[in-house]
């Protein structure tokens, strides 16, 4: 009786499997158009398409550091129909927002991480900071101001502060783009930004990447150095682009779509797109990307709490 069960639910799985998707697919970026987020959910999408015969459109809903557009998708049938791309705030979201209108770890289902992209630190090219052994030595000396614009940028500075002993003080920004305005013309010493946000101005030669918060350097910015080679341990802030779907998705339509994603991955053309936007391919299991987003809410949550960084 237990074998003909379990032939039965997996015969039931696979019909679902083979009806999905039976409708264009929507791809909610709660974030605006053209960002880092946009630009990778318009190269999936693409190939997506390609792949099932059937649309995916991406759909830009903005607000309140991508909770709007995410509220809308944790309300959406879990069918599959309606998929989510978001980057790390979605974890620290629940740590920095007193009042949110979900709760993040039950509201969704874990697809995959489709990569990871490293917090940078960057400074005026022509600036007196030309290494980051110069920037720390400096901040242990005097109060240097670091320009952040949303939860991550602003936990990531208060990680390097820690890690340190810095005197780093935190000024808010609205977006990634004014703060490289302002280090760039000199009315702000360092800025905490994504890679996509300051590869424009590294080009222009008018910004320098000189802190990495991953493992280990980057090929795009070969001199900048990582914080473990500068002696401060544990700066590591990744911002990491992730697939999620409403709660109680079929864990075979999770399992269709994350394989389908590894297809897509494994093009080289689209890996090579995601390396020149400083963007490493990740596709993580769904088990292992949901044990990963417990761990960064975990750590962003010690770090808020040591830093005396409440909720607003």
């Known amino acids: 009786m237990l074998a003909c069960c379990t032939a039965g639910t997996t015969s039931a799985w696979s019909a679902t499997e083979a009806a999905f998707p039976k409708k264009p697919v929507t791809l909610m970026v709660p974030y605006s158009a053209g960002g880092g987020t946009d630009v990778?959910?318009?190269?999936?999408?693409?190939?997506l398409t390609e792949l099932w015969g059937q649309s995916v459109i991406v759909e830009n809903r903005t607000g309140a550091n991508g909770v709007i557009g995410s509220s809308l998708v944790a309300k959406a049938a879990p069918d599959g129909h309606t998929l989510l791309l978001?980057?790390?705030?979605?974890?620290?979201?629940?740590?920095?927002m007193k009042s949110m209108p979900y709760d993040t770890a039950a509201a969704f289902t874990p697809v995959t991480n489709i990569a990871t992209s490293p917090m940078v630190l960057v400074v005026a090219a022509d600036g007196p900071y030309r290494k980051l052994p110069d920037l720390i030595e400096a901040a242990r000396k005097q109060e240097i101001a670091f320009g952040y614009s949303e939860g991550q940028t602003r936990l990531t500075g208060e990680l390097i502060r820690q890690a340190g002993d810095l005197k780093f003080m935190g000024v808010a920004y609205k977006g990634g783009a004014p703060i490289m305005v302002d280090v760039i013309g000199g009315h702000l010493p360092v800025g905490?930004?994504?890679?996509?946000?300051?590869?424009?101005?590294?080009?222009?030669?008018?910004?320098r990447v000189i802190g990495v918060a991953a493992d280990k350097r980057m090929e795009i910015f070969p001199d900048a150095m990582t914080f473990q080679e500068a002696q401060l341990k544990g700066v590591e802030s990744l911002n990491w682009y992730g697939l999620f779907g409403p709660a109680g998705l079929p864990k075979d339509i999770v399992e269709k779509v994350n394989r389908d994603l590894r297809k897509v991955a494994a093009d080289p053309a689209v890996v090579k797109q995601m390396q020149a936007q400083g963007a490493d391919v990740v596709l993580s299991p769904p088990d292992r990307f949901g044990s990963f987003l417990q761990q960064e809410t975990r750590k962003w949550t010690q770090v808020a709490r040591q830093g005396g960084i409440r909720a607003e």
């Not at 990778?40 to 190939?47: D, I, M, P, S, T």
């Not at 978001?86 to 920095?96: E, K, M, R, Y």
């Not at 994504?194 to 030669?205: D, F, N, R």
Request: charged share 10%.
């Open 86 to 96: 978001v980057v790390g705030s979605h974890a620290i979201n629940p740590v920095l």
């Open 192 to 207: 905490v930004t994504s890679v996509l946000t300051a590869l424009p101005h590294v080009h222009s030669g008018k910004l």
């Open 40 to 47: 990778v959910a318009r190269l999936f999408a693409q190939k």
